[in-house]
């Protein structure tokens, strides 16, 4: 039996965190932790807000890059326009939909009929197979008749949905006269293009306005963790880890979902490591996972020719002293390589088409430059992360764990500065 102190297998006080779910992914904050999107959450509210007064809503489009707090402002303001409502005896409901999930027109209205079901007291049932679309928007209709003056219908990551009648059907409800009760649809997307993916008909009836998230930068990126310090037992972050982990995430990409990984990550790896503190080096070592990851999973459907293409672009930059390769200069370290790793390689255009992919996949920035007229032009590819990562992130591929380390190849490089590194050495 276990004494009064527990089983000292599992330590009852944890070290480090304190309220570690403030940094989990599905966390949604409470308002007075959402900082810096005070002009977004005034803009869609000024979209949708019609609705608390029982006037007709617009319907919104919101464009941005991944984690500018698109989900997370629009269900603040969905929240708080039901609230307002709710106070001028309107009854609005709220429906959310992730259309990376519910990715058909079936799907969408399922989650949607269910969802509004839960949140009244209609007594039909909904059959969760064997019906189709119609059955499931007549369900919409009804409880939106019989119990609700409004709605807000958020369409998260719209652009995964296989097609876009769900707008119309939406749209036209009123005046179809599915239902007396309004209907504003929030709209989110990461594609600017998105929009002319769209059906004219569709676009049309479904007239909306547009809203652009911007990544944040390094001193937003800032509050939002410190707001989430309490996450931490306290003490345990030092000074200027949150400093260093907003400058690095604003300086990549602005994502406030990927800060504070970072963040987390940082303090997962003190805490493995029996670190009491979260310090500077602990950041730079989860933002390097980070990377490694994300460069992983760009990369994970990729063939493993384009990951040694990656490689030897990596490799020509680790063993040379310069940062950007003709395709030549890559396809000539590709060849070796494919020789360390038994593979045949591929022709050089070949080659250069899993680069234009790679460049596609934003892994690889490529640029025409002009020969003279004789000389012809060609194209110079460099990486737009650290050569490192990319190294680390291709040798994860179980298939290609024998190619040489990034210290294997940074240490080929001295004193041999740009002659071709002799590879065979390390097979
Ligand atoms: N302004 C903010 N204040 C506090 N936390 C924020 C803010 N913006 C984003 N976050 C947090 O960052 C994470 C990502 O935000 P969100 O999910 O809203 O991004 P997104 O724009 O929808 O990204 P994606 O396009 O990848 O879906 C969430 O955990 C959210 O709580
Ligand atoms: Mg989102």
């Given at each position: 039996?276990?004494?009064?102190?527990?089983?000292?297998?599992?330590?009852?006080?944890?070290p480090i965190f304190n309220r570690k779910e403030l940094l989990h992914v599905g966390h949604v904050p409470d308002e007075d932790r959402i900082v810096g999107r005070d002009d977004e959450i005034q803009s869609v509210a000024a979209e949708v807000g019609a609705i608390t007064?029982?006037?007709?809503?617009?319907?919104v489009m919101i464009y941005g890059k991944t984690g500018t707090g698109k989900s997370l402002i629009s269900r603040h303001v969905a929240t708080r326009a039901q609230d307002?409502?709710?106070?001028?005896?309107?009854?609005?409901?709220?429906?959310?939909?992730?259309?990376?999930?519910?990715?058909t027109e079936t799907r969408a209205t399922r989650q949607m009929a269910l969802s509004l079901k839960d949140q009244t007291g209609y007594d039909d049932n909904i059959p969760v197979r064997g019906v189709g679309?119609?059955?499931?928007?007549?369900?919409?209709?009804?409880?939106?008749?019989?119990?609700?003056?409004?709605?807000?219908?958020?369409?998260?990551?719209?652009?995964?949905?296989?097609?876009?009648?769900?707008?119309?059907?939406?749209?036209?409800?009123r005046e179809a006269r599915k239902t007396d009760a309004y209907i504003g649809v929030i709209g989110i997307s990461n594609k600017v293009k998105y929009r002319e993916t769209l059906d004219e008909r569709?676009?049309?009836s479904f007239g909306h306005r547009e809203l652009f998230f911007h990544p944040y930068d390094a001193s937003q990126l800032r509050e939002i963790m410190r707001n989430r310090e309490d996450a931490f037992q306290p003490g345990v972050l030092e000074d200027g880890t949150i400093e260093l982990c907003a400058a690095l995430a604003a300086k990549k990409h602005g994502d406030a979902r990927k800060a504070i990984e970072i963040l987390k990550e940082a303090g997962e790896l003190a805490r493995r490591t029996g670190s009491e503190n979260v310090s500077e080096s602990h950041i730079q070592q989860a933002q390097e996972v980070a990377e490694i990851n994300r460069i992983e999973e760009l990369t994970s459907g990729a063939t493993v020719h384009a990951k040694l293409a990656l490689y030897a672009l990596a490799s020509r930059i680790i063993?040379?002293?310069?940062?950007?390769?003709?395709?030549?200069?890559?396809?000539?370290?590709?060849?070796?390589?494919?020789?360390?790793?038994?593979?045949?390689?591929?022709?050089?255009?070949?080659?250069?088409?899993?680069?234009?992919?790679?460049?596609?996949?934003?892994?690889?920035?490529?640029e025409k430059t002009g020969g003279g007229r004789s000389q012809g032009s060609y194209l110079l590819h460099r990486l737009v992360t650290d050569p490192k990562h990319i190294v680390k992130a291709v040798r994860r591929d179980a298939s290609l764990e024998e190619l040489p380390t990034y210290d294997q190849l940074a240490d080929s490089a001295t004193g041999a500065r740009d002659r071709d590194v002799d590879l065979s050495t390390f097979s």
């Open positions: 039996m276990a004494d009064q102190a527990g089983d000292p297998l599992f330590q009852s006080h944890d007064r029982g006037d007709p809503p617009n319907n307002a409502a709710r106070s001028n005896d309107i009854d609005c409901g709220v429906l959310y939909v992730d259309c990376s999930e519910a990715n679309t119609m059955e499931y928007y007549q369900h919409i209709w009804d409880i939106l008749e019989g119990f609700f003056d409004a709605t807000i219908v958020i369409l998260d990551e719209i652009d995964k949905l296989d097609n876009s009648n769900i707008l119309m059907q939406l749209s036209r409800a569709i676009d049309s063993t040379g002293d310069r940062e950007t390769y003709k395709t030549r200069e890559i396809y000539e370290r590709y060849v070796s390589i494919c020789e360390l790793v038994a593979t045949d390689p591929i022709t050089e255009n070949g080659l250069y088409r899993q680069l234009k992919e790679q460049a596609f996949l934003g892994v690889i920035e490529s």
